[in-house]
């Protein structure tokens, strides 16, 4: 099936050379000539993009409200947007991910980095949570839907979205389950072992799987140590340190149903007696606690949520650096984190090894590392590649 071409065009404004947009992800509304008409196409619309000498570029999401105005679909201005071309989309990322990983527990697609813009899918075996994060994507949520259910055939899918980049987009939040049901937290599997996932009540969609390769190398170093883990979440740093062989671990963090999910996971895989754990802000904890750990994992929320949030990030990853490093031990080891997809790699290294420095201990970085293969980073997009991990040997 082909497009009609009953698409609006649009023009990239005249003092925008074309090479600068061509085959890249994002076009800005700045570089878009604006009309009257323009402005007046609903947000979410598909639009074909043209050069100013009217030579197509391809078909876009168009968001006329929006910053990031124009999202690429694909530079063939005549594929029609449709079910068919999702479950292409879905299936060539399935694809990848089967290639990847033995089990279907993984993020399915990644915006971006899997050429499906604004979409995230996140799979827990026969449950499927769908994050529409555009106006775009969530225009046709109704096509994503069917194309889902068309390669995976789940038992059960969440419709989930919230936060900044929803509202960026002009969008209510979004929580419901159009497929199947939810009763409680599901199951999935990690490195051998066993968590819980709250899908609709839990942070984004429930689970965090970028840092899979991440808390596995955690779980190396954890042996015969004790282990402190802040911002838990559901326990996934915490229970990968304890089935390494951490002689124990401290799980913090502030929400009481994480935890909640941290201990029934803890049980599940026979580790209950080396986690505890310990419902804290976390800055308030290291300023409270005094025992020294072998290993202290630190794996916060983002603390930029927009370009002009950088200067107080990059202090507050200084601070929990400089608090953190108080409760590591004698040749210890700080594994800390950024998921600021706006604070550079090379200011959140300079922001933390600040803090190691002003908390008064040496440290020597010996690890440095991203998001796991299933976070494909699209190569013209370095904001795909948001995750920071680092890990600091102090004296």
């Not at 694909?74 to 071309?85: G, Y």
């Not at 290639?99 to 980095?113: C, T």
């Amino acid at each position: 099936m082909t497009s009609d071409e009953n698409e609006p065009k649009i023009f990239l404004a005249r003092n925008i050379k074309p090479a600068s947009v061509r085959g890249r992800p994002w076009v800005f509304s700045n570089q878009i000539q604006f009309s009257a008409d323009v402005r007046a196409i609903a947000p979410g619309t598909v639009v074909r993009l043209a050069e100013p000498d009217g030579r197509l570029l391809g078909l876009y999401h168009f968001n006329p409200h929006s910053l990031i105005a124009a999202r690429l679909l694909t530079r063939n201005h005549s594929r029609a947007i449709d079910a068919r071309f999702f479950r292409e989309r879905i299936e060539k990322a399935l694809l990848l991910r089967e290639r990847l990983f033995e089990r279907p527990f993984y993020r399915l697609v990644h915006g971006e980095g899997d050429f499906l813009p604004g979409l995230v899918i996140d799979r827990y075996g026969d449950a499927v949570v769908v994050q529409p994060n555009t106006a775009g994507m969530d225009a046709h949520r109704d096509l994503i839907l069917e194309a889902v259910q068309a390669v995976l055939k789940p038992r059960t899918i969440a419709l989930v979205s919230s936060g900044a980049a929803r509202v960026l987009e002009g969008l209510p939040p979004l929580n419901e389950v159009p497929v199947g049901t939810l009763d409680g937290a599901v199951p999935l599997e990690e490195n051998g072992l066993t968590y819980f996932a709250d899908l609709t009540g839990g942070q984004k969609t429930g689970w965090f799987f970028d840092h899979r390769l991440n808390r596995a190398f955690v779980s190396r170093l954890a042996k015969g140590q004790d282990v402190l883990d802040l911002y838990t979440y559901a326990g996934a740093f915490a229970l990968a340190a304890a089935s390494g062989g951490a002689a124990s671990v401290t799980a913090v963090d502030r929400s009481e149903g994480a935890l909640q999910l941290a201990a029934r996971a803890a049980e599940a895989n026979g580790l209950a007696d080396r986690v505890t754990t310990v419902a804290a802000d976390v800055f308030e904890h290291l300023q409270n606690d005094t025992r020294h750990y072998g290993v202290v994992v630190a794996d916060p929320p983002a603390f930029a949520k927009s370009r002009k949030d950088i200067p107080s990030a990059l202090k507050g990853y200084e601070k929990l650096a400089r608090l953190a490093v108080q409760r590591v031990a004698p040749d210890g080891l700080l594994c800390i984190a950024s998921c600021s997809h706006h604070v550079s790699a090379e200011a959140f290294q300079e922001a933390t090894s600040a803090g190691i420095r002003t908390g008064g201990r040496a440290a020597r970085l010996i690890h440095s590392a991203a998001a796991g293969p299933d976070h494909p980073v699209h190569p013209l997009l370095p904001q795909t590649a948001y995750l920071k991990f680092l890990v600091y040997a102090l004296d």
